[in-house]
């Protein structure tokens, strides 16, 4: 058997992230419905960016959910790479040079046709809540094949976003990811991403988890819409199918489980709440940084709350903390 080198390999959509901070009038004036992501064709967003680059000026940093997952993981000491499609643009080798000075490999090559690099750009109000405006472009031409170039063998964990699905080759990229688990003897780990998604997917989404997921996250909304259940019992129903499942409740902390053991970890903010940007990526960060370096389910639990908890406190998906240091605050 290969040695296992690398913690995650981090699959998913390849998105450079544009924070700005504005007035709910900004929201207004430009017709964005507060709290929600929307989806932008290439002309809108190059739009939006203006306006916003016309009341202050925005910070550039690769993101996607899966992403932001490999940056956590990095920043706590692990090992991660993130396989994504970006374009051979300006935004494509911004996203490049900033996720591996973030220490995460990606060696994916920029594609030289179809569309421009994705983009979100991410308003944050005063009240800390987030309205994202996401212009999806060459992220959804990623190809099932493109996983072949990708070092799975030398993984300890797949990470998919569940977004990833809703891309035209999304199931055929989840069922290569799926073929390399087997072959490479690598556990197979999935975040629901969001409670639409997972409403469209239902079907495909509940075969695709009976069949190949080992490790299981959502939010309350994420499993309830999965299983058309409420919370609570969505869990019941889901607990039994999976290896782990990781249910995050927000202010209320988070249910873990792995087949009869279960832990409630509470909410563990570093901070007053800023921006909620990146919460479940950093939460999936942790918990997966902890299971592959030896932490047992609560611990890894609590090391996931911690880091939700930090990059909650601040604006943007990145920590700034050193995420090195919460480990010794178990």
Request: charged share 20%; net charge negative.
């Amino acid at each position: 058997m290969a040695r296992k080198t690398l913690d995650v390999l981090a699959v998913g959509n390849a998105i450079v992230d544009i924070f700005g901070q504005c007035e709910d009038d900004f929201l207004r004036a430009n017709d964005i419905e507060k709290g929600i992501m929307t989806l932008l064709d290439e002309a809108g967003s190059a739009q939006l960016y203006a306006a916003l680059c016309a009341i202050g000026s925005p910070q550039l940093i690769s993101g996607g959910s899966a992403a932001n997952t490999a940056v956590g993981v990095a920043a706590f000491g692990g090992s991660a790479n993130f396989f994504g499609r970006v374009h051979d643009d300006a935004l494509g080798a911004a996203f490049r040079r900033d996720i591996q000075a973030a220490g995460v490999g990606f060696d994916h090559p920029a594609a030289t046709s179809g569309s421009a690099t994705a983009s979100s750009i991410i308003l944050v109000t005063p009240d800390a809540a987030r309205s994202m405006n996401t212009f999806l472009g060459a992220s959804i031409e990623f190809e099932a094949a493109d996983l072949a170039l990708a070092d799975a063998v030398a993984a300890k964990i797949i990470y998919l976003e569940g977004y990833l699905f809703d891309a035209p080759n999304g199931p055929a990229i989840f069922a290569e990811a799926a073929r390399l688990a087997g072959l490479c003897d690598v556990k197979l780990a999935l975040s629901l991403s969001d409670p639409w998604c997972a409403e469209r997917h239902r079907s495909a989404l509940t075969d695709f988890i009976d069949d190949h997921i080992s490790i299981l996250f959502g939010n309350e909304e994420e499993v309830a819409s999965l299983c058309q259940l409420g919370c609570d019992e969505a869990i019941t129903a889901l607990k039994g199918r999976l290896d782990e499942l990781v249910v995050t409740r927000g202010p209320a902390g988070a249910f873990i489980c792995a087949g009869a053991e279960h832990h409630e970890i509470p909410a563990m903010p570093q901070g007053p709440v800023i921006d909620t940007t990146g919460a479940g990526d950093l939460f999936a960060a942790g918990y997966l940084f902890g299971r592959t370096n030896g932490f047992d389910l609560a611990s890894a639990g609590r090391l996931a709350s911690l880091a939700a908890g930090e990059v909650i406190s601040h604006i943007g998906a990145r920590p700034q903390a050193d995420l090195k240091q919460l480990v010794a605050k178990l």
